[in-house]
């Protein structure tokens, strides 16, 4: 059972244009986070939100989290082919210590 | 270190040989994980260690998978009789604390396993 639905799974696009990643689930997550991860290399975090309807920016980035924190997305404005790469949204439940991924969302950006 | 070592970077082993993958967390993260990620797809959870309480081994897949933690140091994952379903990359992670909603996991780089 995947708990945490990414969509899509490929996204391929032009520099400049705009995208969404999407990440659902059926059940509450007490935070969500965003890796980015590039080949060869663990994933790195991008941000954790943790407020229903929270809404992060990070530069050309976007995040929020649903507002009953059982889903989020996040909005790149303007790529470039630096942002391309492998994103990944994942869920903590309190004091569960482990993260729950979801399969990720491939990126890439041509010039 | 500066971040999350993992050793060694690549391995390539024979069908039933045992293997042993090593993380070095960051110095002063209690906590420390490991996780499996298969080509392509996301992170699968295996094992968690936070301080000196029993670990949680509830994504280990099967007893083949075992992980050892000497304090709040180094960590080993210990995979027996190996499986060509064994072949991905081991990630280890740490952070301060386990479980904090705030509390980031650094990643290390990696092992990636190829069983022949």
């Known amino acids: 059972t995947q708990l945490l639905e990414q969509s899509p799974q490929f996204l391929s696009i032009q520099e400049g244009e705009n995208l969404t990643v999407y990440c659902n689930s059926s059940?509450?997550?007490?935070?969500l986070q965003w890796y980015r991860q590039e080949p060869g290399e663990g994933p790195v975090l991008l941000v954790t939100v943790v407020t229903g309807g929270e809404v992060k920016k990070l530069k050309r980035l976007t995040f929020q989290f649903g507002d009953a924190r059982k889903d989020s997305s996040l909005h790149i404005t303007a790529a470039q082919p630096g942002d391309t790469g492998l994103y990944l949204c994942a869920g903590g439940r309190g004091s569960q210590g482990n993260l729950i991924f979801g399969k990720g969302t491939k990126l890439s950006v041509k010039p | 270190g500066a971040g999350v070592s993992q050793s060694p970077s690549n391995k390539v082993t024979e069908k039933g040989k045992d293997v042993e993958l090593r993380c070095d967390p960051i110095s002063g993260h209690t906590a420390l994980y490991w996780y499996r990620q298969r080509l392509g797809q996301g992170l699968e959870f295996l094992i968690y260690f936070q301080g000196n309480s029993a670990p949680d081994k509830s994504g280990l897949p099967s007893d083949r998978f075992s992980a050892e933690r000497t304090g709040e140091s180094v960590s080993t994952l210990t995979i027996q009789r190996t499986q060509q379903e064994d072949s991905a990359v081991y990630l280890c992670?740490?952070?301060?604390?386990?479980?904090?909603?705030?509390?980031?996991?650094?990643f290390g780089p990696g092992t990636r396993l190829t069983v022949l």
């Open positions: 992670a740490s952070s301060f604390v386990a479980g904090a909603a705030r509390n980031t996991q650094y």
């Open positions: 059940s509450v997550f007490s935070s």
